[in-house]
C-alpha cells in the first residue's frame, strides 16, 4: 500500500486534474465545474496558509544543528533561532490572550527591526551599482557603447537636474522607454508567454516533473 | 523612553547592515541574523490570522460541504509538514500538485490573451503613416521593425539558419535593439537603488516625517561602529 | 598613465563614500532644484481626478517594507488624492507586509480629516494568502475570500461600502502600487482580462522597462514610476513630502553616476591609448 502511494503518478495525476478544473470552465461554461473551480480557489487559500510554519521549520532546523554542534558561527544561529521563535508566537493571531497584530513585541520588532533591516538591505545594492558602474561600464565595442549611451541617458532623464538644465533630455529618455525598451520587452512578454504555455503542456503531460524532486529516488 | 529605544534600535539595525560598506563585519552578521529571523516569522501572524478570519467569518464552520473541505484543506496543511521526515516525503507532493496545478491553470488560461494576443494585436495596430506627427510615424516604423527580429533573435538561438545574410542583419537589428532597452533597464535601476538609498538616508537624518531624534542616534552610532571597526583593523587584526 | 591605472583600481569604498557624500549633503541643505511635472505624474492625476463620483476603487499597496523608500510617498500622495474624492476605497493587498505598510500610512494621514467614515467610505481588508490564486478567488468572490477586514476584524459584508460588492465587475478601477510578483501581470490576468476591470499601476524604478508594452496597448491605463514622478505628483496635488524632500538627492546621486562613467570611460581609453603608444 505504501508503495502504490509512493508513485509519482498520483501527484501528476493530482497536477492535471486541478489545471484542468481551473482552464476547461474559462472556456467551456459548465456550472459544476464553474462552481468546483471557484470552491477551490477559496479552499486553496487556507491550504496555503496553514504552510505558513514550513519556512520557520526549515530555519530552525538549520541553525539549530548549528546551534547543536556547535558549528563556526553558532551565536548568529543562536541570533536566528531566538528571533525566529519570538516573532513566530507573538504573532499567532490570539487576540485574547494578547497576541497578534497589535501585540507591543511584534510591532516593536516589526516597525523597528524588520522594517529598517529590510529597506537596508535593498538599498545598499545602491553601492554596488554605483561601484560597478565606475569599474565594469566601458565603452568596449558598438554593443556596449549603446548600452553605456542608452543608460546614461536614461539617467539624465530621471534626474530633474539634467531635465531642468537641458529638457531634451527627458524627451530622449522617453523615447528610449517607448521604442528600443518597449520593443525588447514586449518581445520578451511574447516569449515569457509561449515559454508559460509549453511549460503548462509539459505539466500537463506529466513531462515536467522539476517541482516534484527531493527526499530521495521518485517511484 | 520606548520610544528612544525603539529609534536607536531602528538606526542602530541600519547602520548594521550599512558597516559591510567598510568590510564584512559582526555587526552586519548580527543584524543579518536578525533580519532572517524575524522576517521568517512575520508571515506566521498574517496567514494564520487569515485561516482564522475564514474559520469565523467566512463561512468554513458551516456543516456540510464547507466543513468538510476545511477539514480536508487542514489535513492538506499538515501534509506539507512531511518535507522534513525523509519516510514520508512522497505525501508532500500532495498539496504541492494541488498548488502547482491551480497555479499552472489560473496562469494559462489568461496569459494566451494578455501576455500574447493583445501584444500581437497592439503590435499590428501600429499605425504606420501619421501624416500629422512624424515622430510617431518613424518609431511606429522602428518598433515595427524591431519587434519580430528581437522575437526571431530568441526563437532560433543555435540554429543554422542564423548564418544565412538575412538572419545576420535581423540579429544585428535585434542586438542593438536590446543593447538599447538594457541601458533603459540600468537607468532606471539606478533610480530605484538610489530612492531606496534616499529613504534610508531621511530616516537617519530625521528628516519629517521621521523623528528628529534620529539624528543624534545616527550620528552617535555611526562613529561607534566605524571607531570599533577602525580600532579593531589596527589593534587586534594585526595580533591575529 | 600610472595615476589612470590607479585610478580605475581605486578601492571601491572611495566610491562608497563619495556616494554617502552626494547624497546626504542635498538632503541636509537642499538645492531647491524645480521639479518639471512630466506627463506620467500628469496623466496619473489626470486619471485619479476624473474617477466619476461614487466609483469603487481597490487600492492595493502591493510591497513590502523594502520598497517603502521608493514606493510609500506616491502611496501616501495617492490615498489623499483618493480620499479627497467622492469615491469608495477598498484597501487590499496580496503581498504579507502591504497590510501593515498601510498601516503605517494610517498614522501619518487621517482619513477624517477628509470626512472619510471607515467602513461607508473606505475599508482595510488587509492581505490574503496565495497570489495569483488569491487574486484570481478575490475577484470571483470578494466578501467570501475577504470575510473579516483587517482593521476590526468585523464581518465584511457588514459594513455599508460592500453593500453591492461581490464580484470583480462591482469596482470601477484597480490601483496597484507595486515591486515585483504578484503585481501587474497578474492582476491583468486574473481580474482585467477576464473581467475587464480597467488599472493603473505605480512601480519602482526597476520594474518600470517591463510595463512598456502594456501602456502602449493600452491593458494598463496610467503609471507612476519612482520617486522622482512621485515628487512631481506631490507638487500636483499640493501636498510636497518625502518624494520632494529627496528628488535633490535623486538628482546629485544621478550626477555622481555619470561623473563615474564618464571619468571611468575617459581613464580606462586613456590608459588603452597610452598603452597602444607605448607598443
Same mark, same amino acid.
Given at each position: ?15 492535471? !486534474? ?55 558561527? #553558532? ?70 557603447? /549603446? ?58 503531460? @506529466? ?13 | ?5 525603539? !529609534? ?90 494541488? /498548488?502547482?496545478?491551480? @497555479?499552472? @491553470? ?80 540600468? @537607468? ?53 | ?12 569604498? #572611495? ?35 476624473? $474617477? ?15 520598497? !517603502? ?13 483618493? #480620499? ?76 455599508? !461600502? ?12 484597480? $490601483? ?104
Amino acid at each position: 500500500m505504501s508503495n502504490l502511494l509512493r508513485r509519482i503518478e498520483i501527484p501528476i495525476f493530482i497536477t492535471i !486534474i486541478f489545471t484542468l478544473i481551473q482552464v476547461i470552465p474559462y472556456y467551456v461554461y459548465i456550472q459544476p465545474l464553474d462552481d468546483a473551480a471557484a470552491y477551490i480557489q477559496r479552499w486553496i487559500l487556507i491550504c496555503l496558509a496553514l504552510a505558513t510554519f514550513v519556512g520557520v521549520l526549515s530555519l530552525l532546523l538549520t541553525h539549530g544543528k548549528n546551534l547543536q554542534k556547535r558549528s563556526k558561527g #553558532w551565536y548568529f544561529s543562536a541570533i536566528v533561532v531566538v528571533f525566529t521563535i519570538v516573532m513566530s508566537i507573538v504573532g499567532l493571531p490570539l487576540a485574547e490572550v494578547g497576541l497578534g497584530a497589535a501585540n507591543p513585541i511584534y510591532l516593536f520588532l516589526y516597525n523597528n527591526m524588520l522594517q529598517p533591516l529590510s529597506g537596508t538591505m535593498y538599498a545598499i545594492i545602491a553601492f554596488f551599482i554605483a561601484a560597478a558602474a565606475f569599474r565594469a561600464f566601458r565603452a568596449r565595442n558598438v554593443e556596449a557603447s /549603446i548600452v553605456l549611451l542608452a543608460g546614461i541617458l536614461m539617467v539624465c532623464s530621471n534626474a530633474p537636474i539634467f531635465t531642468v538644465t537641458w529638457p531634451p533630455f527627458k524627451d530622449i529618455g522617453t523615447w528610449i522607454f517607448a521604442v528600443p525598451n518597449m520593443a525588447t520587452n514586449r518581445a520578451i512578454t511574447i516569449g515569457a508567454a509561449l515559454g508559460l504555455v509549453a511549460l503548462a503542456v509539459r505539466t500537463l503531460m @506529466g513531462i515536467e516533473r522539476g517541482y516534484l524532486r527531493g527526499g530521495g529516488a521518485e517511484q | 523612553m520606548v520610544d528612544l529605544l525603539a !529609534i536607536w534600535t531602528a538606526v542602530f539595525f541600519t547602520l548594521a547592515i550599512y558597516s559591510i560598506l567598510y568590510r564584512d563585519t559582526a555587526w552586519y552578521r548580527i543584524a543579518e541574523s536578525v533580519y532572517l529571523g524575524v522576517a521568517v516569522g512575520y508571515g506566521v501572524s498574517v496567514d494564520l490570522l487569515y485561516v482564522r478570519n475564514q474559520w469565523t467569518t467566512g463561512g468554513w464552520s458551516t456543516p456540510g460541504v464547507m466543513l468538510a473541505g476545511f477539514a480536508i484543506a487542514v489535513i492538506m496543511g499538515i501534509l506539507w509538514y512531511f518535507r522534513f521526515i525523509k519516510q514520508y516525503f512522497y505525501l508532500y507532493r500532495w498539496p504541492l500538485s494541488i /498548488i502547482v496545478g491551480t @497555479g499552472i @491553470g489560473l496562469a494559462l488560461r489568461a496569459v494566451i490573451f494578455v501576455q500574447f494576443r493583445d501584444m500581437i494585436v497592439a503590435q499590428v495596430r501600429l499605425n504606420l503613416w501619421v501624416p500629422t506627427n512624424m515622430l510617431t510615424t518613424f518609431n511606429n516604423i522602428l518598433l515595427f521593425i524591431m519587434v519580430p527580429c528581437v522575437l526571431l533573435y530568441f526563437w532560433f538561438t543555435g540554429a543554422k539558419i542564423r548564418e544565412t545574410a538575412p538572419m545576420k542583419v535581423v540579429d544585428k537589428i535585434a542586438r542593438y535593439t536590446m543593447m538599447a532597452g538594457f541601458g533603459s533597464a540600468f @537607468g532606471y535601476t539606478i533610480l530605484t537603488r538610489f530612492s531606496m538609498f534616499i529613504g534610508r538616508a531621511q530616516f537617519l537624518l530625521g528628516i519629517t516625517p521621521n523623528p528628529p531624534e534620529n539624528r543624534t542616534a545616527f550620528i552617535v552610532l555611526a562613529l561607534l561602529i566605524l571607531g570599533s571597526m577602525i580600532v579593531y583593523d589596527l589593534f587586534f587584526k594585526k595580533k591575529s | 598613465m600610472a595615476f589612470l591605472e590607479k585610478f580605475m583600481d581605486m578601492d571601491r569604498r #572611495w566610491v562608497y563614500l563619495l556616494s554617502w557624500i552626494f547624497v546626504l549633503a542635498p538632503l541636509l541643505y537642499p538645492l531647491g532644484l524645480p521639479i518639471p511635472i512630466n506627463q506620467e505624474s500628469i496623466g496619473w492625476y489626470n486619471y485619479i481626478e476624473n $474617477i466619476p463620483a461614487g466609483s469603487t476603487v481597490i487600492f492595493a499597496p502591493m510591497y513590502g517594507t523594502s520598497g !517603502i523608500p521608493e514606493l510609500f510617498p506616491m502611496t501616501v500622495a495617492t490615498m489623499r488624492h483618493l #480620499w479627497s474624492r467622492p469615491i469608495k476605497v477598498i484597501v487590499v493587498t496580496f503581498w504579507t507586509e502591504g497590510a501593515l505598510v498601510f498601516n503605517i500610512l494610517l498614522g501619518q494621514v487621517d482619513p477624517t480629516s477628509y470626512g472619510k467614515v471607515y467602513g461607508t467610505d473606505w475599508i482595510h481588508l488587509g492581505y490574503i494568502p496565495g497570489s495569483e490564486t488569491a487574486m484570481a478567488s478575490f475577484a470571483r468572490d470578494i466578501t467570501g475570500t475577504v470575510s473579516a477586514d483587517f482593521l476590526r476584524g468585523q464581518p465584511t459584508t457588514s459594513y455599508p !461600502i460592500m453593500a453591492n460588492i461581490r464580484t470583480a465587475p462591482d469596482i470601477d478601477l484597480i $490601483i496597484s502600487i507595486e515591486t515585483g510578483t504578484p503585481g501587474y501581470t497578474e492582476w491583468l490576468r486574473q481580474w482585467q482580462a477576464p473581467y475587464a476591470v480597467p488599472m493603473i499601476v505605480g512601480l519602482i524604478g526597476v520594474s518600470v522597462p517591463g510595463i512598456a508594452p502594456y501602456i502602449q496597448s493600452g491593458q494598463v491605463s496610467a503609471y507612476l514610476p519612482g520617486l522622482t514622478s512621485s515628487a512631481e505628483y506631490e507638487n500636483l496635488i499640493h501636498r510636497p513630502g518625502l518624494a520632494v524632500a529627496g528628488v535633490d538627492a535623486v538628482s546629485m546621486s544621478h550626477l555622481m553616476v555619470v561623473i563615474l562613467v564618464v571619468l571611468g570611460n575617459i581613464a580606462y581609453f586613456a590608459s588603452r591609448s597610452s598603452k597602444g603608444g607605448k607598443k
